[in-house]
């Protein structure tokens, strides 16, 4: 009996070692993310699971909440994490700071950190440009076309337009850093910008009560097209916010594809999320699989952009796309 | 001889069908190439379009999502089309429907898009068809090109089918062309026939039947026309013969005074005679009288060779026009179909997005850019009953040719699943016509060139097997009969003419073998007859009968015919890439980044001329050294060389060097040729035979010209390279066959070339204003406008190699044609120096209209008015220019003075050839067309001025 006991010891000892072999072999992937798992982490979930790599990928959703961000950080020490993904200007900056806080312990320095989903990298200090982030531990993606283009593209829809509205959220910083960015270039492009704070005076997450209102301020200063910018408050409201400007008569631009696909925002040129998920899976592996060190790789472009039109409500706005448009857009009927 | 001429005659119609059937099938080939590449351009720009709107916005091209299944639904259109690929600017293909996803398109595609200037490109490889168009960003960069690749089989099928009916043809206007030319030639040589049939008789003392004894010949009754037709010419003939019998029977007689047993036995008629002595070599100018036989049979045949090859040639030509059309028109028939197509799926595209037809917004706009690109296209509409949409302008039905109204409704414009809407496409006939007419002028430049090739192959061909052989019998007849038994030739035995000729060499053979027997007497040490009386009588005979111990010095005949044809094939060799050349060298590798691209284009031209310029100095001493015909058979070889060189090269370097090359080539072989026609033709003759040296050559380079645009098309540029070292190798070997060997003139001493008088030249005002005002803008018109500006201005006008050869080769036929008739105005007491004004007023004002406005059609008028008007200055700079060195300058002598000029102008040709490319690449090419226009009217004017109040210049006798 005792020789059996000890036969089931040694075999259990020897199951356990082997598991915790294999498991110290795998490696730890912790995804830091503002508004949950939606399409990049589902695109990044998915390209890691296909490449075949051995990795365990760890989610944590901020729910929008700045607060939560130094547990993350902790847990990511804890655990160790191998490699951390963020998601987002507020919840990159929150993680690794800017390229100031590369000596600053309260933000991750010694993690290899891949960035998604940052409105504009460069003017927010997060990295130093397409070449390399400039810190060693950091790379990331880039997945927007520069402002001037989402003006542009309404200009092409629109051969009359000359005015663009504009929400933005001032705590947020790439919300206000897209409205600095546009009250410099509208004029360059021969364009009027009406750009409206959502709650002025509120530090905390807006008012959602406060998009209508905006809403009907925007129409009657004669704003027939509406830039959603940079904001994860009214990406995550896209369904009221869209919704209200139609009823307002305004057609909204957007740098997100599902605003387009999923509400009522009627046009944007977006690279697809799930790309971009994809394209921060392959820069993780770069690091992990293949040793190289993040502050090497250069910062990849997303290249999957398409014109989105949402004709559902174009057709409720009367206007419908030039016929040019139509030769190339994906339309959306919803 | 009739035998002979008719084998002559069918060879020669055989090989002008041959090039005519030969050259129709390349030009159906390259029109139907061009319309296929057009058709597939439909295709690709239709593409293109629709990456445009994100283009637009600054995005690149790889950055589109859904670029797959756009380039995808362009295969809908045609089930033919092979792969669609959307490439970035680097020729990187970033869409593909290829499965095998190529990296790269093939290496001559990639250039073609590189080096086109338009939106629209095309090119073909060995198995697929290219067609390209750019997608070109608001900003007016190349963002990327969309290119679709099509099989070659229906061309192939097309050209195969083409090519049946064309040897069918061929082969049955050559049989009915070679019956007529036997009946015509029945009838102009038959009873010359009969009569040289007897020349052999006539040789040997037979008394000619016809002629009598007394010498008369029957000349009336019927058919006395035909059997008169040489008459004279022949009755002279017969003539000499006779009196050339009675000159050897005298000598015989007088010389068997002499006679010794040894020499009894000789008989001249007997085949078995042998010559003892050692003949000598000896190479005579061969005078081919205007008025000899030989001269007139040729001028008699002449004309029926012309009229049959091009009547031939022309029926060929007719029918295969025809069989060219009807082999094209499906073509553009598929094209409108294709647009149709295009129109109603982009309709479609749009109603499926869910916009209703009549909301749909800016269409007129889109189809308004794409018709841009369709000239052929001059209305477009969507109608459901009533007009939808449309743009351009409507064709009156009655106008439209009925075969582009057919299938009017027949493409309609679905949706769910149900007909809405049709399309209506109104093809502008004027355009229809013109590509017809395109056709039509090509066939006729096929003609043209074949039976130019042809004539000169005929010219060859006659008189090496007929008027030669005459040539040499009257000559050597003429002699004996005035008593010159010195000269024997080398003949041949198979017709009576040569069998004629044989017994007068015979004569002349034996009377010298008969005299030296005499002179050395009984073993060889004593004058027969062993005295003074003797020897004097002898030396007397000797004297009479030009006889010589050495026997008869062996005469080689010489004729500017003999050089002919190798003179065309190597002028049309040397002009064959003239229309491409700018092209091929705009493609080859540039390691000199910095230097601007049409100053580069511009080094092969300058290279030539520069090697011209400073080779032409030393041909004439060369020629006289080594004699023209060696100096020909040794140029040839560089030459050769230097377009297997063009064939390998690949960079600009490369190609500036075996150009140079080549300027050494034609500058020696040009020059030698001349030199050889004004050796080997006598002093009166020989203004005509330079003119003819003149035709000959500017033949060729029309020729060339005309052939090379088409060849390059159909076979690539740099083959045609190989094609022009064929034609030199052609060339070469003619000369080295038929080209008399003429001793060298050099005295032992190496020439010297001369240096040509320059400035004490230009001190003269007339000279000077000649020079900077007639000489220069002409040469400056040739090297700058037509060498080099004419083939880049109309390929950035869309105009294909074969389009521009066809223009280029305007400018020599206009030469030709006006260069001697400005002579002859000229002998009718019209001043020379308002003939050269005249035409340098032309070619200004000709390039000004072009420069204003450039268009193809505005560069066709301004390269044949440019043409005209140097075939005016041409002569008359010439004639100007010795008369100002026979008076004002007649101490410095006439060959230096033309040395100067000549000097002067290919220097300042060169300087010009480079301003200008300079000019083209910081304007553009209308500033540089007008900076050559203010030249020739700034130098005409300079001139008028210098010949204000001076006397007007007599005219003078035309030279090259």
């Known amino acids: ?334 | 001889m009739l035998l002979r001429s008719w084998i002559t005659f069918s060879v020669v119609i055989a090989l002008l069908q041959a090039v005519v059937g030969l050259l129709s099938v390349l030009q159906h080939n390259a029109v139907l190439s061009d319309l296929l590449r057009q058709r597939i351009s439909v295709i690709a720009q239709t593409t293109a379009t629709s990456f445009k709107p994100i283009i637009d916005l600054g995005l690149p091209i790889s950055m589109i999502r859904n670029g797959d299944a756009i380039v995808a639904r362009a295969l809908e259109t045609d089930d033919e089309v092979k792969a669609v690929h959307a490439l970035n600017p680097t020729g990187i293909i970033v869409y593909s429907t290829d499965a095998s996803r190529p990296k790269e398109v093939p290496r001559e595609v990639l250039q073609a898009m590189q080096l086109s200037k338009e939106v629209k490109w095309s090119t073909e490889t060995g198995e697929q068809i290219y067609s390209g168009f750019n997608v070109v960003g608001r900003d007016g960069a190349t963002s990327g090109a969309v290119l679709v690749a099509y099989p070659k089989d229906r061309l192939e099928a097309a050209s195969q089918a083409i090519m049946r009916k064309v040897v069918r043809n061929a082969l049955v206007i050559w049989a009915a062309f070679s019956a007529l030319s036997y009946v015509l030639l029945s009838l102009l040589l038959g009873a010359p026939q009969r009569r040289l049939a007897r020349l052999e008789g006539v040789a040997r003392g037979e008394p000619d039947a016809q002629i009598g004894v007394n010498g008369n010949m029957k000349t009336s009754g019927s058919g006395a026309f035909w059997r008169d037709l040489f008459g004279p010419q022949i009755r002279q003939l017969d003539a000499n013969l006779a009196d050339a019998r009675r000159q050897y029977d005298a000598a015989t007689r007088e010389l068997g005074a002499f006679e010794l047993p040894a020499a009894k036995d000789w008989q001249a008629e007997s085949d078995d005679a042998v010559v003892a002595t050692t003949p000598t070599l000896e190479t005579e100018v061969a005078s081919n009288p205007s008025r000899s036989l030989a001269r007139q049979i040729a001028s008699r045949l002449a004309p029926l060779a012309a009229v049959l090859m091009v009547s031939s040639a022309l029926v060929l030509g007719m029918i295969t026009l025809g069989n060219v059309n009807r082999s094209i028109e499906p073509e553009l028939s598929a094209r409108t179909n294709l647009i149709a197509t295009v129109v109603g799926e982009d309709v479609q595209r749009a109603l499926a997005t869910g916009v209703p037809l009549d909301s749909l917004v800016s269409a007129e706009s889109f189809f308004a850019d794409m018709l841009k690109q369709l000239p052929e296209i001059a209305y477009v509409a969507v109608a459901t009953g009533r007009v939808v949409l449309e743009v351009g302008e409507r064709i009156d039905p009655y106008l439209a040719p009925p075969r582009e109204r057919k299938g009017v409704r027949s493409h309609p414009i679905m949706h769910n699943g149900e007909e809405i809407a049709y399309v209506v496409i109104d093809v502008d006939p004027a355009f229809i016509s013109k590509k017809f007419l395109d056709v039509f002028l090509d066939m006729g430049v096929v003609v043209v060139v074949a039976v130019l090739i042809a004539f000169e192959i005929m010219v060859l061909m006659s008189s090496r097997s007929l008027t030669a052989a005459l040539d040499r019998l009257q000559r050597l007849a003429a002699m004996q009969a005035a008593g010159d038994f010195s000269k024997r030739a080398i003949v041949g035995a198979r017709t009576a003419i040569d069998r004629a000729a044989q017994v007068l060499i015979e004569r002349a053979e034996g009377l010298s073998a008969q005299f030296a027997a005499a002179w050395q007497g009984p073993g060889g040490s004593d004058v027969a007859g062993g005295s003074d009386a003797g020897r004097t009588r002898l030396a007397a005979l000797q004297a009479r009968y030009c006889l010589s111990l050495n026997g008869p010095a062996t005469l080689r005949f010489s004729y500017f015919t003999d050089l002919r044809l190798a003179l065309f094939l190597f002028a049309a060799a040397d002009e064959l890439p003239l229309s491409f050349m700018p092209l091929y060298t705009r493609a080859a590798h540039n390691p000199f980044p910095w230097l601007s691209e049409t100053v580069l284009i511009s080094l092969p031209l300058a290279g030539y001329l520069l090697a011209i310029v400073l080779v032409s100095p030393f041909a004439r001493p060369l020629a006289r050294w080594l004699g023209p015909r060696r100096l020909l058979i040794l140029a040839a070889a560089p030459t050769i060389a230097a377009h297997l060189w063009l064939y390998l090269a690949s960079s600009v370097p490369e190609i500036v060097a075996s150009r140079t090359m080549l300027g050494v080539g034609y500058a020696f072989v040009t020059l030698a040729c001349q030199d050889y026609v004004i050796d080997n033709t006598p002093r009166d003759e020989r203004d005509r035979s330079l003119g003819m040296f003149s035709t000959v050559l500017f033949g060729g380079i029309f020729c060339g010209t005309a052939l090379g645009g088409v060849l390059a098309d159909r076979l690539g540029q740099s083959n045609v390279f190989l094609l022009s070292a064929t034609f030199v190798l052609i060339s070469a070997l003619l000369i080295f066959s038929l080209v008399a060997d003429t001793a060298s003139r050099g005295d032992g001493t190496r020439a010297k070339a001369a240096r040509p008088p320059l400035l004490a030249a230009l001190r003269n005002w007339h000279f000077a204003a000649l020079v900077f005002g007639i000489a220069i803008p002409g040469n400056v018109c040739l090297q700058a406008f037509i060498s080099y500006l004419v083939a880049l201005t109309l390929d950035s006008l869309g105009a294909s190699p074969a389009d521009i050869g066809r223009t280029l080769m305007v400018y020599f036929l206009a030469i030709a044609l006006v260069g001697p008739l400005a002579g002859r105005v000229a002998e009718r007491g019209i001043s020379v120096s308002a003939v050269a004004l005249s035409g340098g007023f032309l070619c200004g004002i000709s390039l000004l209209t072009a420069a204003i406005r450039p268009s193809e059609i505005t560069i066709f008028l301004a390269v044949l008015g440019s043409g005209v008007g140097s075939g005016m200055v041409r002569g008359a700079q010439v004639s100007l220019s010795m008369s100002i060195a026979e008076t004002e300058l007649k101490h410095l002598g006439a060959d230096p003075v033309l040395g100067a000029l000549r000097t002067i102008e290919r220097f300042a040709s060169i300087a010009g050839l480079l301003l200008v490319a300079a000019v083209a690449g910081l304007y553009g090419y209308a500033v540089a067309i007008a900076v050559v226009a203010a030249l020739a009217l700034g130098g005409a004017l300079l001139f008028g001025l210098s010949v204000l109040g001076k006397p007007a210049a007599p005219a003078r006798q035309q030279a090259p």
């Open chain 1, 1 to 334: 009996m005792k020789s059996i006991a000890r036969k089931l010891l040694t075999l259990a000892v020897f199951f356990v070692l082997t598991t915790v072999a294999s498991a110290a072999d795998r490696k730890q992937i912790l995804g830091i993310f503002y508004e949950g798992c939606e399409n990049v982490c589902e695109g990044f979930k998915a390209a890691i699971k296909k490449s075949g790599f051995a990795a365990d990928v760890t989610i944590i959703d901020l729910a929008q909440d700045k607060s939560r961000i130094p547990t993350a950080i902790a847990k990511a020490r804890a655990m160790p994490a191998d490699l951390v993904l963020t998601y987002g200007t507020n919840g990159t900056l929150g993680v690794i700071g800017t390229l100031d806080d590369t000596a600053n312990p309260a933000f991750i320095t010694e993690i290899p950190v891949v960035f998604v989903k940052v409105a504009d990298p460069f003017g927010t200090h997060i990295a130093k440009g397409f070449e390399g982030s400039g810190r060693a531990n950091v790379t990331g993606t880039f997945n927007r076309v520069p402002e001037a283009i989402n003006i542009e593209i309404v200009r092409q829809y629109d051969p009359t337009f000359d005015k663009l509205g504009l929400l933005y959220n001032s705590n947020e910083r790439n919300s206000a850093i897209t409205a600095e960015e546009l009250k410099k270039i509208a004029p360059t492009l021969g364009i009027e910008l009406v750009a409206l704070e959502i709650d002025p005076g509120n530090n905390s997450v807006p008012n959602i009560a406060r998009i209508a209102e905006r809403m009907a301020e925007l129409r009657e200063q004669g704003v027939r097209w509406l830039y959603v910018g940079s904001s994860s408050f009214l990406n995550a409201n896209g369904e009221l916010f869209t919704k209200t400007a139609v009823e307002n008569g305004i057609a909204i631009v957007s740098p997100y594809e599902p605003l387009v696909r999923e509400h009522h925002a009627m046009l944007s040129i977006a690279a697809r999320l799930e790309n971009v998920g994809h394209l921060a899976a392959e820069q993780a592996l770069s690091i992990l699989r293949d040793g190289a060190t993040p502050g090497d790789l250069p910062i990849v472009r997303a290249t999957d952009f398409a014109y989105v039109v949402n004709m559902e409500v174009a057709k409720k706005l009367d206007r419908y796309p030039p016929f040019a448009f139509l030769q190339v857009a994906e339309a959306v009927n919803n």
